[in-house]
């Protein structure tokens, strides 16, 4: 994670969360740069950390505020949603985002997101699961259980992926698009298909690495 000095605390990081919600509904689908800045502004009302450069793009979800923390030049693509109530939710500088992507930290979860990560569209990274040890009980009432999910430098995630609980994605690995992500991924490798296995190293030579 980014060390940066230029992170800032919230201006209001404690203020209540329903408040947070209905100003921040009121600039989410502004348009253009205008919306970006209004964003940008409620943000700073509310996520723990914010640092220089952020942009959230229009109709992205954000609950959780004060467990949020988000580096330089941060960006999310319209229509992506970050949840963090009852969780943690770390994200680091020059991370990229694309649209309709959910980070779910909530339910006792962890997520952290080291610098310089891409992650595409439609991508959902959860770090909780449903408890399903009973069978006397539907699963819909058994609670859940928090995981951790830590996604390190230079990590670039494909289109439609599903990283689920306990799951360390190595430094520049590359997540294949559709894969689904249920163990950990090497620094360097490759992964793809459901489950996510490995499909080769990005280091040819291994002098490179």
Request: include cysteine.
């Amino acid at each position: 994670m980014s060390t940066d000095r230029s992170l800032k605390r919230g201006w209001f990081p404690g203020c209540g969360e329903r408040a947070l919600c209905a100003v921040y509904a009121l600039v989410a689908w502004v348009p253009g740069r205008i919306g970006v800045y209004l964003r940008r502004a409620v943000a700073r009302l509310g996520v723990a950390e914010v640092g220089v450069g952020l942009e959230l793009d229009t109709g992205i979800r954000i609950t959780g505020w004060a467990n949020i923390s988000l580096g330089d030049n941060f960006r999310m693509m319209r229509l992506g949603s970050l949840h963090a109530h009852n969780g943690r939710l770390r994200i680091g500088s020059n991370v990229s985002i694309g649209p309709n992507t959910c980070l779910a930290s909530c339910d006792g979860g962890l997520i952290e997101v080291a610098d310089s990560v891409l992650i595409a569209q439609n991508v959902v990274i959860r770090a909780a699961d449903h408890r399903h040890d009973r069978i006397d009980l539907p699963i819909i009432k058994q609670g859940h259980v928090g995981g951790n999910i830590l996604i390190d430098e230079g990590v670039w995630i494909g289109a439609n992926a599903v990283v689920t609980s306990n799951v360390e994605i190595g430094a520049h690995a590359i997540v294949g698009a559709g894969a689904v992500v249920t163990q950990e991924v090497a620094s360097f490798a490759i992964v793809g298909g459901v489950p996510a296995r490995l499909i080769r190293s990005r280091i040819r030579n291994p002098e490179e690495a």
